[in-house]
Nanobody, 115 residues
Framework: QVQLAESGGGLVQPGGSLRLSCAAS????????MGWYRQAPGKQRELVAV???????NYADSVKGRSTVSRDNAKNTVYLQMNSLKPEDTAVYYC?????????WGKGTLVTVSS
């Protein structure tokens, strides 16, 4: 089994920044893609950003240019740096990893953008 521990969420003012972290632990053989999704109240979960083991990235149009996804393979950790945050970025953010044994999700961390 693989466990994911997310951190870094919280309340931030519009225009502010946050850095989310997600560390994987447990029976890890090999991690492929690592990514972040979010779910706002009343909406479906959507992709925010994903990074491959080789470092290739893909972003949702809504966060492109304002967010950076990165990973530390030695620490089995993925990060999401979000800048110029907007109220519409308010959501629960989930990390997801694609590991040799399957896909795993974190429990989510709440990001609230409000003045």
């Amino acid at each position: 089994q693989v466990q994911l521990a997310e951190s870094g969420g919280g309340l931030v003012q519009p225009g502010g920044s946050l850095r989310l972290s997600c560390a994987a632990s447990g029976s890890i053989f090999s991690i492929y893609d690592m990514g972040w999704y979010r779910q706002a109240p009343g909406k479906q979960r959507e992709l925010v950003a994903v990074i491959t083991r080789g470092g290739n990235t893909n972003y949702a149009d809504s966060v492109k240019g304002r967010s950076t996804v990165s990973r530390d393979n030695a620490k089995n950790t993925v990060y999401l740096q979000m800048n110029s945050l907007k109220p519409e970025d308010t959501a629960v953010y989930y990390c997801k990893i694609q590991e040799y044994s399957g896909d795993y999700w974190g429990k989510g961390t709440l990001v609230t953008v409000s003045s």
